[in-house]
T-cell receptor
């Protein structure tokens, strides 16, 4: 049973560029949440997708957007990259949105913005 | 707003010693509570969770945590530390009526031989 997978594992971009990160949820899960973990910090909630719609959002600017596909996989897009966007981006999957189910995390994508 | 406080950004113990990692939450309504572990250059792995029911929760790798509503605490313990326990530990809550995890700032556990 495959767990949560994310791609790519590492990414280097320059300021002003755009980036797309991808996530495949654990088998049987239909909800995907994205988190940003800056160096030395705890993860911060970006947003959550269920039934192909953004259901909840944290305190992140509109430069951060996402998408969920019919197979429940998800993408996180970040436009106009800033140096401060350098972080580990974690995807977590769960089932039954709104039921506070346990979230299972992928290994993350480490983004470096130069 | 809901928050989580982890006391002590670094904890060092000797192998075989008791591990105690502290976590306090702020909420008028008891949230769902979690402990996650993060090994270097990896994602987060769930250690244990409290939702309802028994206040002493047992997790993987010999860890357990006790929910104390009167103290708004959810401290993580392990009777005997192993070298392999060295990692970053995060306490997290899911507030009532939401699905977003709110994490503490983490505690780095070092285990010395």
């Amino acid at each position: 049973d495959a767990g949560v997978t994310q791609s790519p594992t590492h990414l280097i971009k320059t300021r002003g560029q755009q980036v797309t990160l991808r996530c495949s949820p654990k088998s049987g899960h239909d909800t995907v949440s994205w988190y940003q973990q800056a160096l030395g910090q705890g993860p911060q909630f970006i947003f959550q997708y269920y039934e192909e719609e953004e259901r909840q959002r944290g305190n992140f600017p509109d430069r951060f957007s996402g998408h969920q596909f019919p197979n429940y996989s998800s993408e996180l897009n970040v436009n106009a990259l800033l140096l401060g966007d350098s972080a580990l981006y974690l995807c977590a999957s769960s089932s039954k949105q709104g039921m506070q189910e346990t979230q299972y995390f992928g290994p993350g994508t480490r983004l470096l913005v130069l | 707003a809901q928050s989580v406080t982890q006391l002590g950004s670094h904890v060092s113990v000797s192998e075989g010693a008791l591990v105690l990692l502290r976590c306090n939450y702020s909420s008028s309504v008891p949230p769902y509570l979690f402990w996650y572990v993060q090994y270097p250059n990896q994602g987060l792995q769930l250690l244990l969770k409290y939702t309802t029911g028994a206040t002493l929760v047992k997790g993987i790798n010999g860890f357990e945590a006790e929910f104390k509503k009167s103290e708004t605490s959810f401290h993580l313990t392990k009777p005997s530390a192993h070298m392999s326990d060295a990692a970053e530990y995060f306490c997290a809550v899911i507030p009532y009526n939401t699905d977003k995890l709110i994490f503490g700032t983490g505690t780095r556990l070092q285990v010395f031989p």
